[in-house]
């Protein structure tokens, strides 16, 4: 694979696993959908009207619609977790290596479903259908901007238990996300114990603990400081791009590892002949990398839902104590977003309570990344969870 | 101990382990001296005039000069190791826990001394002596600013030699620090391994890995976004405090640990009745107390001199292999910038080309920072391997 397709794989989805999930001819389908709300009521009490997400979705419901599972997207991602918009995609969905007919979370079997949050980053990818800062508030005709209420994972959570309403399914087999999409899972088992039935959760902890929300600050600091930002009010004119860049370069290198950066940069020089130790703007080939993949990535998200969402992720609060349905946690020993020892705290809070926990490790060199690389490693154990 | 002191000591020398080495009625008191090259050719070939770099020593050299101990400084630290400027300085320098009289490296057996690296990040500190982009370039009478050479941390330990031949000592007993400073450690082994009898490289590898490079180049990009920076250009302007800041706040983070986060902070608002849920700007305890911090330590720094570090860390480049004077290692399990497999790396290769090396944990819960925190958990073990 060339190196300019690695940085637009990596721009877009964070998937590297795409190596080992490329186009098959038996790839499904998806149409995106918009759920909309008419008004929506945060947790915060603030009302957001014409409420609009796009969701996608695969397989056939049962009858008594019990076979549905919800999948959860991470920080930069979207509903697009599985297959294709176009036989001619080149990128399938991120966990296509496990989502799909005759795949681990059988479309056969399951009928599986995924949304694009509220504040989704990738505001400005054609697929995307998302609420938030960049959206047109219905009062005014203009943009909200930093006008837009706070929203929490638990407002997230509440709009999907909206859509799931909406097409008559009590129940979820289950809720299941990565990272961000994790915090979700939890979320849902403790808001919603009676309509889902078991989640999977990979790479997440119930909560951010405090070290998870100053790094949300950290994430957040460069949007703030381009001049462009001009506190949020930057549409009709040039968006704070460098800064956007710069969060994102952020995302890029704490959801990896050190393993990875060795193995695949070393530290030869960004262009031959530019030796780093020269002059200083001469850079190394990790960090050129870096710069390119955000410039792929920012050119298609928002900055200010950048910014929400880190807010968002701050606010998750799921008290594992709390959670009753079973659980499959998967974690990353290294993991630099959600520690190892953090997630294990939420399982043995979760045992501790009584409910039934199960929990494996992703080994690989990607580190938080091992969610989406490594995930195959345990397929067979997710298949085996969703059967019970 | 008032929360405000503690920012202001976490400020000024990112130091915890205050707590425990607070003023005694037998503190060194060091005076500060400054050494001074009229000209030096760096590592890349260039030449800079009038090299200046403050040092400190206590204790007396032997006869024969063979007693002498060089302490190197971290990123953001300087040559203010141990003991006070004057009885009443509120805090002792930052490894007093183990450096002075009687103390693990006994200053009444050693002659210890320190000195300012190059480009020191901390250029407006009073007791601070460096050279970098701050400082007039006697040939234009302005700054250097970006025009300033690149150095690297071999830079520093060759500008060390010098100080350390016109002292006359021949061969130093040890070189010993921490992150930064065991980069250095490492490079006086290397470069000078008959002038250095072993060293100590606390909480550091031999060189800078790919993912430390890219780490390097996220710690640097908020002074590139504010606009003050001024492609370096500020002098005599207003200088990117917002930029450093943030820069800074990264620093603090990555240095230490979930675990200080979590016992420190907890999930508190920054203000009673802001409620981080209800407005975007409405911010957590462990937030605040990152920007209150950062304030008071770009009170001090140089934007330009902080760049100038992050690329002297990202040249180091010491082969572990051709090491051949013993090593004590200490590392820091939950270290964040020098993981603990990077470290073991290293070790692994000293050991594998036949140095001795010896290692030990330091155990605690502020990662990198252990290295202040809990150094006197191995003074025993570093006190016999000096005395070796």
């Not at 979705?57 to 297959?83: M, P, R």
């Not at 410039?295 to 799921?318: E, I, P, S």
Request: charged share 20%.
């Amino acid at each position: 694979m060339s190196r300019h397709l690695v940085v637009v794989l990596t721009a877009i989805s964070l998937v590297l696993v795409s190596v080992g999930s490329r186009a098959q001819s038996g790839d499904v389908i998806l149409e995106k959908k918009t759920f909309e709300l008419p008004s929506y009521t945060t947790v915060a009490g603030e009302i957001i009207k014409s409420v609009k997400i796009g969701w996608e979705a695969a397989g056939t419901l049962n009858a008594d619609k019990s076979n549905a599972i919800l999948v959860t997207h991470y920080f930069s991602g979207t509903s697009h977790a599985f297959g294709k918009y176009a036989p001619d995609d080149k990128i399938a969905g991120y966990w296509d290596a496990i989502i799909g007919p005759g795949k681990a979370i059988d479309t056969n079997k399951y009928y599986v479903l995924s949304s694009d949050t509220l504040v989704n980053l990738n505001a400005k990818q054609s697929h995307v259908v998302t609420t938030g800062p960049a959206s047109i508030n219905p009062d005014t005709g203009k943009p909200y901007a930093m006008s837009f209420p706070v929203v929490s994972i638990k407002d997230f959570v509440r709009v999907q238990k909206a859509l799931i309403d909406s097409l008559g399914i009590k129940k979820l087999k289950s809720v299941m996300g990565l990272s961000m999409g994790g915090l979700q899972a939890y979320e849902w088992a403790q808001s919603y114990p009676d309509s889902v039935d078991r989640i999977v959760s990979v790479v997440a902890a119930a909560s951010a603990e405090p070290f998870l929300i100053a790094w949300m600050d950290v994430w957040a600091q460069p949007i703030r400081l381009d001049p462009k930002w001009n506190n949020g009010d930057y549409y009709g004119k040039e968006p704070p791009l460098d800064g956007l860049k710069a969060a994102l370069k952020i995302v890029t290198l704490q959801s990896n590892g050190w393993e990875w950066a060795q193995k695949t940069f070393g530290t030869a020089p960004a262009e031959e002949g530019k030796d780093p130790a020269k002059a200083l703007p001469n850079e190394f080939k990790i960090d050129a990398f870096l710069d390119q993949a955000a410039v792929a990535r920012a050119a298609l998200a928002d900055a200010n839902h950048f910014l929400y969402l880190c807010k968002a992720v701050q606010l998750a609060a799921v008290n594992p104590a709390k959670i009753k349905v079973p659980v499959l946690a998967l974690y990353a020993p290294n993991d630099l977003i959600f520690y190892e020892p953090i997630v294990r705290e939420t399982i043995q809070k979760i045992s501790d309570a009584g409910a039934s926990v199960e929990t494996a490790a992703l080994i690989g060199p990607n580190g938080h990344l091992n969610a989406l690389t490594q995930i195959r490693q345990e397929a067979e154990k997710i298949t085996t969870f969703l059967a019970r």
